[in-house]
């Protein structure tokens, strides 16, 4: 079995700053990641399998930290571990005014090669809602520097636009995200990895109800253009199903389960995609707890 093991100091180090965290008016999250569906991270070389492997496991984290600074901004920061992206640390302030929300903040990728530990980079965010009638979101993430030239250091993208409908007990919407890595090798080259994704989602809950539960199903590629020629591709149509259950008025659990229908090769993995009784998936399985709840409460 192949295991990605990269995770794991950066996962060490974002549960300890998040528990570093003062425990008051703060809303943490924490998940644990696991899954298969990915192109592998390790790798500089095509991949050489006469049938795609099912056996590229990536685990990691989810760790989100938010709190109300004053009325209308809100600081909201997290570390995930992201299948093309790798490590990104995100801070950001938003600001909610009537309709319009805005953020902006700094993102950091983390310990994702050995000579740039820390990559620096920009996130901007604009959401514009009509509550209970239509919304709109776009976001776009992006390393800063002047270029990619010395061996080891790399350029995390990540863009998103959201649009979606409110109709009774719940939130429809469809979302299109691309995802760009670009890292400099051994050898001096460009290794470039993308993903595109078009989801269609269904948010339903009921007032009262203490479960929650987010439907998905839509399309995702993944890409990695290699030094040369060579252009290793994915596609795959997936559904997925997220449960989240509130156990009280300060905790609650959730976990989420995406699995790939179909997965098939592309490029130069044409005719050679994973097996038809391979599993492909990702997974997490976290908690929430609302320490601003736990504050008020020993202050009654």
Same mark, same amino acid.
């Given at each position: 079995?192949?295991? $990605?093991?990269s995770?794991?100091?950066?996962?060490?180090?974002?549960?300890?700053?998040?528990g570093?965290?003062p425990?008051?008016?703060?809303?943490?999250?924490?998940?644990?990641?696991?899954? $298969?569906? $990915?192109l592998?991270?390790?790798?500089?070389?095509?991949?050489?399998?006469?049938?795609?492997?099912a056996?590229?496991?990536?685990?990691?984290?989810?760790?989100?930290?938010?709190?109300?600074?004053?009325?209308?901004?809100?600081?909201?920061?997290s570390?995930?571990?992201?299948?093309?992206?790798?490590?990104?640390?995100?801070s950001?302030?938003?600001?909610?005014s009537?309709?319009?929300?805005?953020s +902006?903040?700094?993102?950091?990728?983390?310990? &994702?090669?050995?000579?740039?530990?820390?990559?620096?980079?920009?996130?901007?965010?604009?959401?514009?809602?009509?509550?209970?009638?239509?919304?709109?979101?776009?976001?776009?993430?992006?390393?800063?520097?002047?270029?990619?030239?010395?061996?080891?250091?790399?350029? %995390?993208?990540? +863009?998103?636009?959201?649009?979606?409908?409110?109709?009774? $007990?719940?939130?429809c =919407?469809?979302?299109?995200t691309?995802r760009?890595?670009?890292?400099?090798?051994? +050898?001096?080259?460009?290794?470039?990895?993308?993903? &595109?994704?078009?989801?269609?989602?269904v948010?339903?809950?009921?007032?009262?109800?203490?479960?929650?539960?987010?439907?998905?199903?839509?399309? %995702?590629d993944?890409?990695?253009?290699?030094?040369? +020629?060579?252009l290793d591709?994915l596609?795959?149509?997936?559904?997925?199903?997220?449960?989240?259950?509130?156990?009280?008025?300060?905790?609650?659990? &959730?976990?989420?389960?995406? =699995?790939?229908?179909?997965?098939?090769?592309?490029?130069?993995?044409?005719?050679?995609?994973?097996?038809?009784?391979?599993f492909?998936?990702?997974?997490?399985?976290?908690?929430?707890?609302?320490?601003?709840?736990?504050?008020?409460?020993?202050?009654?």
């Open positions: 079995m192949r295991m $990605n093991t995770s794991i100091p950066v996962l060490a180090l974002a549960v300890l700053c998040a570093a965290l425990a008051s008016a703060l809303d943490l999250s924490v998940e644990a990641l696991f899954g $298969n569906l $990915n592998p991270w390790d790798s500089d070389v095509p991949v050489p399998d006469a049938t795609y492997p056996d590229l496991w990536i685990y990691g984290a989810r760790v989100s930290v938010a709190e109300t600074l004053a009325d209308g901004f809100r600081l909201e920061t570390y995930i571990t992201d299948p093309v992206l790798r490590h990104l640390f995100r950001v302030i938003a600001y909610e009537g309709l319009v929300k805005i +902006a903040g700094p993102i950091l990728g983390a310990f &994702n090669t050995a000579e740039t530990p820390v990559k620096a980079g920009i996130a901007v965010g604009l959401r514009i809602d009509l509550p209970g009638i239509v919304f709109l979101s776009a976001r776009a993430d992006s390393s800063m520097g002047a270029g990619l030239f010395s061996v080891g250091d790399y350029a %995390q993208e990540f +863009a998103e636009l959201s649009a979606g409908w409110y109709v009774r $007990n719940a939130i =919407s469809g979302t299109v691309t760009k890595f670009y890292r400099v090798t051994d +050898a001096g080259d460009l290794l470039a990895d993308s993903s &595109n994704r078009y989801a269609f989602s948010d339903v809950y009921r007032k009262g109800s203490p479960y929650r539960v987010l439907m998905s199903l839509g399309y %995702q993944f890409s990695r253009d290699y030094p040369g +020629a060579a591709s596609g795959t149509v997936f559904l997925g199903v997220r449960l989240s259950a509130e156990l009280s008025d300060t905790l609650s659990l &959730n976990g989420e389960l995406e =699995s790939a229908v179909y997965t098939f090769g592309m490029d130069d993995l044409m005719a050679r995609g994973p097996a038809m009784d391979s492909l998936f990702r997974s997490s399985l976290g908690v929430t707890w609302r320490l601003g709840a736990v504050a008020t409460a020993s202050e009654e």
